[in-house]
Protein backbone atom coordinates (compact mmCIF):
# COMPACT_ATOMS: atom_id res chain seq x y z
CA UNK A 1 0.00 0.00 0.00
CA UNK A 2 1.52 3.60 -1.01
CA UNK A 3 -0.80 6.78 0.32
CA UNK A 4 0.57 10.26 -1.41
CA UNK A 5 0.27 13.34 -0.28
CA UNK A 6 1.05 16.61 -1.96
CA UNK A 7 3.13 18.55 0.85
CA UNK A 8 3.59 17.53 4.30
CA UNK A 9 6.47 18.47 6.88
CA UNK A 10 7.88 15.24 6.99
CA UNK A 11 6.76 11.73 5.83
CA UNK A 12 8.28 10.25 8.89
CA UNK A 13 6.61 12.97 11.62
CA UNK A 14 3.92 12.06 10.09
CA UNK A 15 4.14 8.24 10.33
CA UNK A 16 5.22 8.49 13.85
CA UNK A 17 1.93 11.06 14.89
CA UNK A 18 0.00 8.41 13.85
CA UNK A 19 1.73 6.01 15.68
CA UNK A 20 1.40 7.98 18.93
CA UNK A 21 -1.62 8.46 18.41
CA UNK A 22 -2.82 4.63 18.34
CA UNK A 23 -3.56 4.27 15.03
CA UNK A 24 -2.73 0.68 12.97
CA UNK A 25 -0.16 1.65 10.90
CA UNK A 26 0.43 -1.45 8.33
CA UNK A 27 4.12 -2.59 8.33
CA UNK A 28 5.44 -2.03 4.42
CA UNK A 29 2.95 0.44 3.93
CA UNK A 30 5.26 3.95 2.29
CA UNK A 31 3.51 7.18 3.42
CA UNK A 32 5.29 9.25 0.34
CA UNK A 33 5.28 13.13 -0.56
CA UNK A 34 5.38 14.90 -3.66
CA UNK A 35 7.23 18.02 -1.25
CA UNK A 36 8.45 17.71 2.09
CA UNK A 37 8.76 21.35 3.69
CA UNK A 38 10.35 19.99 6.93
CA UNK A 39 12.67 16.82 5.81
CA UNK A 40 15.83 16.11 7.66
CA UNK A 41 18.24 13.58 7.14
CA UNK A 42 21.06 12.05 9.51
CA UNK A 43 21.97 14.08 12.70
CA UNK A 44 19.34 16.67 12.13
CA UNK A 45 20.31 17.69 8.99
CA UNK A 46 18.23 19.46 6.75
CA UNK A 47 17.12 17.74 3.87
CA UNK A 48 16.63 19.71 0.46
CA UNK A 49 13.31 17.51 -1.20
CA UNK A 50 13.74 19.08 -4.41
CA UNK A 51 10.14 18.74 -6.45
CA UNK A 52 10.24 15.35 -8.54
CA UNK A 53 12.07 13.71 -6.18
CA UNK A 54 10.84 10.28 -4.13
CA UNK A 55 10.30 11.15 -0.20
CA UNK A 56 8.38 8.07 1.53
CA UNK A 57 8.73 6.81 4.96
CA UNK A 58 7.61 3.40 5.94
CA UNK A 59 7.51 1.31 9.40
CA UNK A 60 8.53 -1.91 10.71
CA UNK A 61 7.17 -3.28 13.94
CA UNK A 62 9.55 -4.96 15.61
CA UNK A 63 9.02 -8.44 17.66
CA UNK A 64 11.50 -9.80 20.00
CA UNK A 65 12.43 -12.26 16.70
CA UNK A 66 13.98 -10.02 14.77
CA UNK A 67 17.22 -8.28 14.12
CA UNK A 68 19.04 -5.76 15.66
CA UNK A 69 16.72 -2.80 14.35
CA UNK A 70 20.04 -0.70 13.18
CA UNK A 71 20.34 -3.96 10.29
CA UNK A 72 17.96 -2.52 8.81
CA UNK A 73 19.51 0.83 7.14
CA UNK A 74 21.49 -1.94 5.66
CA UNK A 75 18.67 -4.22 4.31
CA UNK A 76 16.69 -0.84 3.20
CA UNK A 77 20.69 -0.37 1.07
CA UNK A 78 20.41 -2.97 -0.54
CA UNK A 79 17.07 -2.91 -1.59
CA UNK A 80 17.79 0.83 -3.21
CA UNK A 81 20.73 -0.71 -4.70
CA UNK A 82 19.31 -3.36 -6.54
CA UNK A 83 16.19 -1.55 -7.66
CA UNK A 84 18.56 1.22 -9.15
CA UNK A 85 20.83 -0.52 -10.52
CA UNK A 86 18.83 -2.60 -12.77
CA UNK A 87 17.69 0.31 -14.37
CA UNK A 88 21.37 2.10 -15.38
CA UNK A 89 22.86 1.10 -18.35
CA UNK A 90 26.08 0.72 -16.25
CA UNK A 91 25.54 -0.56 -12.71
CA UNK A 92 29.34 0.08 -12.11
CA UNK A 93 28.95 3.14 -11.67
CA UNK A 94 26.62 2.79 -8.65
CA UNK A 95 28.08 2.55 -5.06
CA UNK A 96 26.38 1.88 -1.52
CA UNK A 97 28.03 3.82 1.16
CA UNK A 98 27.81 2.62 4.55
CA UNK A 99 25.76 3.39 6.31
CA UNK A 100 22.98 4.82 4.47
CA UNK A 101 24.09 6.30 1.24
CA UNK A 102 23.51 5.24 -2.51
CA UNK A 103 26.40 7.22 -4.29
CA UNK A 104 26.02 7.37 -8.25
CA UNK A 105 29.12 8.55 -9.56
CA UNK A 106 30.21 9.04 -6.53
CA UNK A 107 27.68 11.99 -5.78
CA UNK A 108 24.90 11.44 -3.79
CA UNK A 109 21.66 9.67 -5.00
CA UNK A 110 19.77 8.79 -1.74
CA UNK A 111 19.61 8.50 1.50
CA UNK A 112 18.32 6.27 3.84
CA UNK A 113 17.43 7.32 7.73
CA UNK A 114 15.82 4.95 10.64
CA UNK A 115 14.33 6.18 13.50
CA UNK A 116 12.94 4.47 16.42
CA UNK A 117 9.46 5.46 17.65
CA UNK A 118 7.89 2.74 20.18
CA UNK A 119 7.94 -0.81 18.89
CA UNK A 120 8.45 -0.16 16.04
CA UNK A 121 11.21 1.54 13.28
CA UNK A 122 10.09 4.42 10.56
CA UNK A 123 12.21 3.96 7.99
CA UNK A 124 12.80 7.17 5.70
CA UNK A 125 14.43 6.70 2.42
CA UNK A 126 15.12 9.76 -0.14
CA UNK A 127 15.73 9.32 -3.87
CA UNK A 128 17.05 12.35 -6.17
CA UNK A 129 15.01 11.26 -9.09
CA UNK A 130 14.69 14.96 -10.86
Known sequence: M???VTETGSTNTDLASELRAGMAVPEGEWLVADRQVSGR???GRAWFDGYGNFMGSTVVHLSPRDPNP??????AGVAAYEAVSGVLADPSLLKL???N???LRNAKLAGILL??????VLLRMG????
Open 2 to 4: IRF
Open 41 to 43: GRQ
Open 70 to 75: ATLALV
Open 97 to 99: KWP
Open 101 to 103: DLL
Open 115 to 120: EPEGNA
Open 127 to 130: VKLA
